[in-house]
Nanobody, 126 residues
Framework: QVQLVESGGGLVQAGGSLRLSCAASGRTFSNYHMGWFRQAPGKEREFVAAINRSGGSTLYAESVKGRFTISRDNAKNTEYLQMNSLKPEDTAVYYC???????????????????WGQGTQVTVSS
C-alpha cells in the first residue's frame, strides 16, 4: 500500500508561481514512476506531467510545457511540480499518482496509475 499526500496548493494571481509537493510513504519510492494530473470543475481529469523512477525522463502535457517542471527527490520520498506563469485555465484540483508498472516508461493515462493522493486545490485569478 502507498500513501500519497499533496501540499502546496493555494490562490495565486495570473503570472504567478506555485510549487506542489507530493509526499509518499508505504513502499520504496524509487520503485515507481510518478505523475501529476488535474481536474477542473465540470471537466474530466487530465494529465499534466510524469517522471520516471530515477528522475531522468519526464513527460508533459502540451498545455503546460515550458511553464511547469516535474521533479523528484528519492531520498526524501517526494515529488514536486513547479508551476510558473500560471494562467486562470490552470485552476483545478491537482493530484499526484504512482505507477508501479515494472515495464516501460512514463505514461500519460490515468488508468496506468495505481495509487492517488487526495488532491490539492490550485486557483489562479485573472
Amino acid at each position: 500500500q502507498v500513501q500519497l499526500v499533496e501540499s502546496g496548493g493555494g490562490l495565486v494571481q495570473a503570472g504567478g508561481s506555485l510549487r506542489l509537493s507530493c509526499a509518499a510513504s508505504g513502499r520504496t519510492f524509487s520503485n515507481y514512476h510518478m505523475g501529476w494530473f488535474r481536474q477542473a470543475p465540470g471537466k474530466e481529469r487530465e494529465f499534466v506531467a510524469a517522471i520516471n523512477r530515477s528522475g531522468g525522463s519526464t513527460l508533459y502535457a502540451e498545455s503546460v510545457k515550458g511553464r511547469f517542471t516535474i521533479s523528484r527527490d528519492n531520498a526524501k520520498n517526494t515529488e514536486y511540480l513547479q508551476m510558473n506563469s500560471l494562467k486562470p485555465e490552470d485552476t483545478a484540483v491537482y493530484y499526484c499518482a504512482a505507477d508501479f508498472s515494472p515495464f516501460g516508461g512514463v505514461r500519460d493515462k490515468g488508468y496506468a496509475y495505481d495509487y492517488w493522493g487526495q488532491g490539492t486545490q490550485v486557483t489562479v485569478s485573472s
